[in-house]
């Protein structure tokens, strides 16, 4: 039996959005240990740069929010030659739906549902004509269930699944697999402000937002390690995932088994 590579993505180019911290700190770290150059994409220079400096790959300086940065001659730019798109740049905000700002409404389905399109549709035709492509959108257990005060990020997380099943769908005869990861609440930056923005919401402790409100649904009750999604995606790039498509795979310690 044949050993596997301890390099299966040498030769293969990624692209992080949100690669500076949190899950997309962890999905780089990953995919360059497997050989792959990454491309850190995130709004905080000086973290995209230190991070590809960490791992031999190069940085991309951009808010996603700002329509400059992704028009359709930038994109083709930055996408050039990119095998391995993961979509995971991601804000929240939690309000009531009475209360919540249509402005805030609009940023979240703006940075989580059009700017991945953006990106897929700018990948895509370089990923069809080498015959492979891998994209991989970090999505959330919010991408198959509901929870109350999360009305934006529930909106584009389901958003995101459907654009990831279409992507699948039209990439499949091309060598391009499209996939979901749906973590639950991961032990990120993104979470801990929740914890501060739920407490007030409930009117309860934040120690109490953990035990009674983010874990209550889950069967292992621990937050998810940023390095345990990483190895799901990581495992979603190579070869061996080449079958694997149109797919939402849970990591949520059996919180949707219920």
């Known amino acids: 039996m044949r050993a596997a590579s301890p390099q299966p993505l040498a030769g293969r180019r990624a692209l992080v959005t949100g690669g500076a911290s949190g899950i997309g700190l962890a999905v780089v770290?990953?995919?360059?240990?497997?050989?792959?150059?990454?491309?850190?994409?995130?709004?905080?220079q000086s973290g995209a740069e230190a991070v590809a400096a960490e791992v031999g790959g190069s940085s991309w300086a951009v808010d996603l929010l700002d329509p400059a940065a992704v028009t359709d001659e930038r994109l083709a730019e930055e996408l050039d030659g990119v095998d391995i798109l993961v979509n995971n740049a991601g804000i929240?905000?939690?309000?009531?739906?009475?209360?919540?700002?249509?402005?805030?409404?609009?940023?979240?389905?703006t940075l989580m549902v059009e700017v991945p399109f953006l990106l897929i549709r700018a990948a895509l035709p370089k990923m069809y004509?080498?015959?492979?492509g891998r994209i991989i959108?970090?999505?959330?257990?919010?991408?198959?269930?509901?929870?109350?005060?999360?009305s934006a990020y529930v909106t584009a997380k389901h958003g995101?699944?459907?654009?990831?099943?279409?992507?699948?769908l039209e990439g499949g005869e091309f060598g391009v697999?499209?996939?979901c990861v749906n973590p639950g609440y991961v032990r990120t930056p993104l979470v801990e402000k929740q914890l501060t923005d739920q407490a007030r919401v409930h009117g309860i402790g934040e120690?109490?937002?953990?035990t009674k409100i983010m874990l209550t649904e889950s069967a292992i009750k621990r937050l998810?390690?940023?390095?345990?999604?990483?190895?799901?995606?990581?495992?979603?790039?190579?070869?061996?995932?080449?079958?694997?498509?149109?797919?939402?795979?849970t990591m949520d310690g059996g919180w949707s088994a219920s």
């Open 29 to 44: 770290h990953a995919l360059a240990a497997r050989g792959a150059h990454v491309i850190v994409a995130d709004r905080d």
């Open 92 to 109: 929240q905000h939690v309000s009531p739906i009475q209360d919540f700002d249509p402005e805030d409404f609009r940023r979240i389905l």
């Open 129 to 132: 004509a080498q015959g492979f």
């Open 137 to 150: 959108n970090v999505s959330s257990v919010h991408g198959l269930r509901a929870s109350a005060f999360k």
């Open 160 to 168: 995101l699944e459907g654009l990831s099943k279409v992507t699948a």
């Open 177 to 179: 697999t499209s996939n």
């Open 207 to 210: 120690t109490e937002v953990l």
């Open 224 to 249: 998810i390690e940023p390095e345990e999604v990483a190895s799901l995606v990581a495992w979603l790039a190579s070869d061996e995932a080449a079958m694997v498509t149109g797919s939402s795979y």
